[in-house]
């Protein structure tokens, strides 16, 4: 009988041999970037949806600092590759409209009731958490429903897709984009309570391995790091097999998504990634000598409460072109206006759903780790 840790090496190698044997080396490349990922989420305690609701609750700012300085990381490199390879590596870019920004509002406001934001999800999912399975399915489902409204969110008033290269230049958006994080960082040090304003060790790290595995992710599958796709792809897989004529909508009749809908999932970047990031955050939950106390059951009330909040997670995420991964982290370290005006319909619509959450989560669990 394997032993925890000889079975979580298995997993992770087995994993990484299917994706190369069936889709080649870039994607084994790719899935060990999002076994990475899950590592360092689950492993080192890095999130998205709890740093926010601890600089509001607790007045804790070292988790969100820790996002800022793993963003300005991947932009001091990004923008420089994006200018030199503009023909092969895309940015995050979005336009920002009246649905995306409602989009984010709400988006904000759901991940605080399932505990965790796109990512959060993937991960509490993968360490086995129950709330994260209901919210992924509903994530899974949401995103893909999301996918069919999409054209008429974005028919709503709406600016033209705006960068700060293309506002600056490239060297002036990188110098706007890092002046804004350390803007928003000294903001944040001066919201938080003394002794909770510089991120441990811990966080430094984590911070570090996920801006290096970001521009990794960025140099491999030639976009950045994102969630969302991946997720709506497999909804409308499942809606495909269960004979919805998926193809027949505007959103999944583009050539693009069209040609993912009828491929493998290991032929998309962002599925696996997200398959990774599964398998890694699993991992860690399986090589813990300890993982813990199982957690508190919620009420029959607030699982389906839970299952309709993942929804509408995934339904608001396609409305606001992107999640925490690929509306603020990754949009805004490639340029993005539009990851700065998700960041802030987002933290608004984020302590709407702190105020929400006691009443929706009765005798739920208390959060685990940054990424709750």
């Keep these: 009988m394997l032993s925890r840790r000889a079975f979580v090496t298995f ?82 870019h979005a336009p920002v409209g009246l649905g995306m920004i409602l989009g984010a509002f709400v988006f904000g406001a759901a991940m605080q009731l399932v505990m965790g934001c796109g990512s959060g999800t993937l991960v509490n999912a993968g360490s086995g958490n129950l709330v994260g399975l209901i919210a992924l399915a509903g994530f899974i489902g949401g995103s893909f429903l999301g996918s069919l409204h999409l054209g008429w969110w974005t028919g709503l008033a709406s600016l033209p897709v705006l960068s700060l290269q293309g ?50 992710n960025l140099v491999v599958a030639g976009q950045p790091w994102g969630i969302v796709y991946g997720l709506g792809l497999w909804g409308a897989k499942l809606a495909q097999a269960g004979g919805v004529d998926v193809a027949a909508s505007a959103f999944w009749a583009n050539p693009g998504n069209a040609e993912r809908l009828g491929a493998s999932i290991l032929t998309d970047v962002t599925s696996l990634t997200n398959i990774g990031l599964l398998i890694g955050a699993f991992a860690v939950m399986r090589w813990r000598a300890d993982p813990g106390a199982p957690a508190t059951p919620l009420t029959a009330r607030s699982y389906a409460l839970v299952l309709l909040a993942g929804l509408v997670l995934g339904y608001s995420a396609r409305m606001a072109f992107g999640c925490n991964v690929g509306a603020f982290f990754s949009g805004i370290s490639t340029g993005s206006l539009h990851g700065w005006v998700w960041l802030a319909a987002a933290f608004a619509g984020s302590t709407l759903g702190l105020k929400l959450r006691p009443h929706v989560l009765r005798a739920a669990p208390q959060p685990k780790g940054a990424f709750a």
Excluded: H
């Design 11 to 92: 997993l992770i190698l087995s994993a990484l041999v299917f994706a190369l044997a069936m889709a080649g080396p870039r994607a084994g490349l790719l899935m060990a970037i999002g076994i990475g990922f899950g590592l360092v989420l689950e492993g080192l305690r890095f999130g998205f949806a709890g740093p926010w609701r601890l600089i509001v609750v607790e007045r804790d700012g070292r988790g969100l600092l820790a996002q800022l300085l793993a963003i300005g990381l991947v932009a001091s490199i990004a923008f420089p590759l994006l200018a030199a390879n503009g023909g092969e590596l895309s940015p995050a």
């Design 167 to 216: 506002l600056f230049g490239a060297n002036g958006g990188l110098i706007v984009t890092l002046a804004g994080l350390a803007a928003l960082a000294a903001l944040v040090i001066w919201r938080a309570s003394p002794g909770k304003r510089l991120p441990p060790a811990r966080l430094w790290w984590a911070a570090a391995l996920i801006a290096a595995l970001a521009l990794a």
